[in-house]
């Protein structure tokens, strides 16, 4: 299957994804699974050793300013689903504005990040990756708070998973997900919407919602 960013988009806005097995496989499958990932915009869970770290301030938070990096970073692992076409979409949908990424720095290396793609209120978010410890956590509390703090209402993480769900991460049925997107779809929000993000004030706005 051979797919354009506008065919990509509409799986999306219909609630199904699209996945290789690997790396190296040319072919891709959607997926539309009978229990979705997504994580609560209020349900972020936040550690004491995540808000210390928070709040060492030794990482810098950007987005937009290393989407190939942050893709590279999530598809630098032994088994990805990340292969060459899906790479180059992404790419499309960052130069034309629905694709994002957010990046953690230390000093001038890229050491973390998440990616996804937004379609009205909703943000889809596609992969993560970590290269200092609690890098991604740190990707993930930053996010959510970008995601409340501009007009999103859904944050799909496609599956759940045992480091997902210790954030704060939770299933919903097909019906029900579904149920959400259309109403996120009928939404407008602005990932890029310029605001401030604090480590005291993304830690003191999480805490405060979940």
């Known amino acids: ?3 354009s960013p506008e065919l990509l988009l509409h799986g999306y806005s219909i609630g199904i994804f699209p996945m290789a097995e690997h790396r190296d496989d040319p072919d891709l499958f959607w997926v539309d699974p009978k229990f979705r990932g997504v994580f609560p915009l209020d349900g972020f869970h936040i550690s004491r050793s995540l808000s210390r ?3 060492s ?3 810098t938070i950007t987005i937009n300013q290393d989407f190939d990096g942050v893709v590279d970073g999530c598809a630098d692992r032994a088994d990805t689903w990340i292969n060459l076409e899906l790479r180059k979409l992404y790419q499309t949908l960052f130069k034309t504005g629905q694709a994002h990424s957010l990046e953690v ?3 001038d290396a890229l050491v973390g990040g998440v990616y996804g793609v937004a379609l009205g209120a909703a943000f889809f978010g596609e992969s993560m990756f970590s290269r200092r410890t609690d890098a991604s956590k ?3 509390a930053y996010l959510v708070d970008r995601l ?3 007009g999103f209402t859904l944050f799909d993480t496609q599956f759940l998973t045992a480091h997902l769900a210790s954030l704060g991460a939770i299933e919903i049925p097909r019906a029900v997900y579904h149920s959400e997107l259309k109403q996120a779809l009928d939404l407008s929000a602005d990932f890029t919407a310029d605001l401030r993000q604090s480590p005291q004030g993304v830690i003191q706005r999480i805490t ?3």
Do not use: G, H
Request: charged share 30%.
């Open 53 to 55: 770290r928070i709040r």
């Open 1 to 3: 299957m051979s797919l």
């Open 208 to 210: 405060q919602t979940s």
């Open 148 to 150: 409340r703090r501009t």
């Open 105 to 107: 720095w230390d000093a």
């Open 138 to 140: 740190i990707a993930l």
């Open 57 to 59: 301030c030794e990482f």
